[in-house]
């Protein structure tokens, strides 16, 4: 195994981690929505960072990806002042969008991944 694949399993596993860390938590509204909020931007950046390393045929899927991730945090940071992800309307209509897009991604990943 390469360093930059054993770099990114261990990212993975920090994040896992955390996640199952804040599940744990009995943490209010309003900071487990900043704390995911948080976590989405992250792991949006880190996937553009991934661009250096991935292969060619990549790298359009890791920029929608990390597009993706970056409005999907976004979102959080609006849910702590509407109260839910649903109001206002256009709010639903938004994490929809997001929602859909990362099962894009992964469609995307898959189709990549098996074509020759």
């Given at each position: 195994?390469?360093?930059?694949?054993?770099?990114?399993?261990?990212?993975?596993?920090?994040i896992?981690?955390?996640?199952?860390?804040?599940?744990?938590?009995?943490?209010?509204?309003?900071?487990?929505?900043?704390?995911?909020?948080?976590y989405?931007?992250?792991?949006?950046?880190?996937?553009?960072t991934?661009?250096?390393?991935?292969?060619?045929?990549?790298?359009?899927?890791?920029?929608?990806?990390?597009?993706?991730?970056?409005?999907?945090?976004?979102?959080?940071?609006?849910?702590?002042?509407?109260?839910?992800?649903?109001?206002?309307?256009?709010?639903?209509?938004?994490?929809?969008?997001?929602?859909?897009?990362?099962?894009?991604?992964?469609?995307?990943?898959?189709?990549?991944?098996?074509?020759?």
């Amino acid at each position: 195994m390469n360093k930059d694949k054993a770099a990114i399993i261990i990212v993975a596993a920090v994040i896992f981690v955390l996640i199952a860390v804040l599940l744990l938590l009995d943490l209010n509204f309003k900071t487990f929505n900043f704390i995911e909020g948080i976590y989405w931007l992250f792991l949006g950046i880190f996937v553009l960072t991934l661009l250096k390393i991935i292969p060619r045929k990549y790298k359009k899927l890791a920029l929608f990806t990390s597009l993706i991730l970056v409005l999907f945090g976004i979102t959080d940071f609006i849910e702590i002042n509407t109260g839910a992800y649903w109001m206002p309307w256009w709010l639903l209509i938004w994490n929809i969008f997001c929602i859909s897009g990362l099962i894009l991604s992964l469609v995307w990943y898959i189709k990549l991944k098996f074509s020759h």
